[in-house]
């Protein structure tokens, strides 16, 4: 359950009514709350293209990933999504992408916390991902930049690094501890 302060919702007014930033504080709440988190299906990877399209991101190898991705829905409308080239000792994410009107509002963290999450519980413990716009975003969970010549051998089959993604992508790195 999720508890409003009672001065966010325009406590002590006069008249006991709810402020504008009270009213809006109720609303994020409650559209936060309908956003549901879960694996993709096979139905699920064209809007996942056209997401990835809209967000200037690569759609190379999704058809041959899509089972690592996970989407974020607002009631029907996919409205995020991330997933992994996932190998025996190591996973590259890739593709988090949350549609413009639903941004800053924690869904992309909340997918890429699954995303490793999902991939932790199966052994993998390294974790890549190459970008352009969002090194300050995956500083903050705690991936490194690296160089590209430290990129684990099993990724380096992967469609972005072949060439999907541009020179000019940062690569990052996050090893998690047992």
């Keep these: 359950m999720t508890v ?36 993709a299906s096979a139905a699920d990877i064209p809007v996942i293209k056209q997401l990835l399209v809209a967000n200037d991101l690569p759609t190379d190898g999704i058809d041959d990933h899509w089972r690592t991705f996970i989407v974020a829905r607002d009631g029907d409308d996919l409205v995020g999504c991330g997933g992994a080239e996932a190998h025996k000792f190591a996973a590259l994410i890739r593709s988090v992408a949350v549609a413009g009107s639903h941004r800053s509002r924690g869904i992309g963290r909340r997918i890429v916390r699954q995303l490793l999450d999902r991939l932790a519980s199966r052994g993998i413990r390294e974790f890549y991902l190459l970008t352009t716009t969002a090194q300050p975003y995956f500083a903050k969970r705690g991936f490194k930049p690296i160089d590209r010549d430290e990129i684990h051998p099993q990724l380096l089959g992967s469609a972005e690094l072949r060439g999907a993604c541009p020179d000019s992508a940062v690569c990052m790195r996050l090893v998690m501890l047992v």
């Design 4 to 39: 409003i302060p009672r001065r966010a919702l325009g406590a002590g007014q006069p008249n006991g009514s709810v402020t504008p930033a009270g009213l809006v504080a109720i609303l994020a709440v409650m559209s936060d709350g309908e956003i549901i988190i879960s694996g």
